[in-house]
Nanobody, 125 residues
Framework: QVQLVESGGGLVQAGGSLRLSCAAS????????MGWFRQAPGKEREFVAAISTSGSRTYYADSVKGRFTISRDNAKNTVYLQMNSLKPEDTAVYYC??????????????????WGQGTQVTVSS
């Protein structure tokens, strides 16, 4: 069982930055691929980024590539999402998730077993 708690969301102007954190409970954090997803009002949940168990491989949605950076600290049981050059269209509730899956399905939210409660990110124009 893994419990995830996100933090770091807030209101920021377009072009600004935020860093989200996701703290995990349990001793098996390093066994899980970690992902970030987001959901805007009236839209489906979408993949943002993911990171392999060791942190050596990262994956990004095209919409955030070059602006967002995912990282993890297995000693602290924490995964991060550094978000730069934020745009109004990045406004959403951001969720972190943990799971074990093949790389080919890393962007599929159904492959993740554990989810945080979400943190709101609002980007004003």
């Amino acid at each position: 069982q893994v419990q995830l708690v996100e933090s770091g969301g807030g209101l920021v102007q377009a072009g600004g930055s935020l860093r989200l954190s996701c703290a995990a409970s349990g001793r098996t954090f390093s066994s899980y691929t970690m992902g970030w997803f987001r959901q805007a009002p009236g839209k489906e949940r979408e993949f943002v980024a993911a990171i392999s168990t060791s942190g050596s491989r990262t994956y990004y949605a095209d919409s955030v590539k070059g602006r967002f950076t995912i990282s993890r600290d297995n000693a602290k049981n924490t995964v991060y999402l550094q978000m730069n050059s934020l745009k109004p269209e990045d406004t959403a509730v951001y969720y972190c998730a943990a799971g074990i899956m093949a790389v080919s399905t890393i962007a599929t939210h159904g492959k993740y077993d554990y989810w945080g409660q979400g943190t709101q990110v609002t980007v004003s124009s």
